[in-house]
């Protein structure tokens, strides 16, 4: 069973960018996301993190990020060595660069 750092729990900010990538490089890309997730994933406050491939376009995956706090990504990560480090396996595969947003707790959320 996951540790609590570990769920995605409802209080959470969600980070979502829909990554869309330049012709041919999913292989690659996914080949970099091996080193690059473990970067993110220990980071201070982030208690999640997921990369989905999109089943109608094999070039397009959604990158979602559960953190505790906004200032977590934006003043946390986003200023660390592991952030420059994350742009430079990952950044030059996107076509056109990503628009990132961050969620606050669920509206509405059902389970089961």
Do not use: K
């Not at 959470?12 to 080949?31: P, T």
């Not at 990369?51 to 979602?64: A, G």
């Not at 934006?74 to 060595?81: K, L, V």
């Not at 430079?88 to 990132?100: C, N, S, W």
């Amino acid at each position: 069973m996951p540790n609590a750092e570990s769920q995605t729990p409802g209080d959470a900010i969600l980070e979502l960018a829909v990554l869309d990538l330049r012709h041919g490089q999913a292989g690659a890309f996914e080949a970099a996301l091996a080193e690059a997730l473990p970067l993110i994933r220990r980071q201070p406050g982030c208690r999640h993190v997921e990369i989905r491939p999109c089943l109608e376009n094999t070039q397009r995956f959604v990158l979602l990020v559960w953190w505790a706090r906004l200032a977590d990504h934006e003043d946390g990560f986003r200023h660390s060595a592991d952030y420059r480090r994350w742009r430079g396996l990952l950044h030059g595969f996107y076509e056109p660069f990503p628009v990132v947003e961050h969620y606050g707790p669920p509206c509405v959320a059902l389970t089961g």
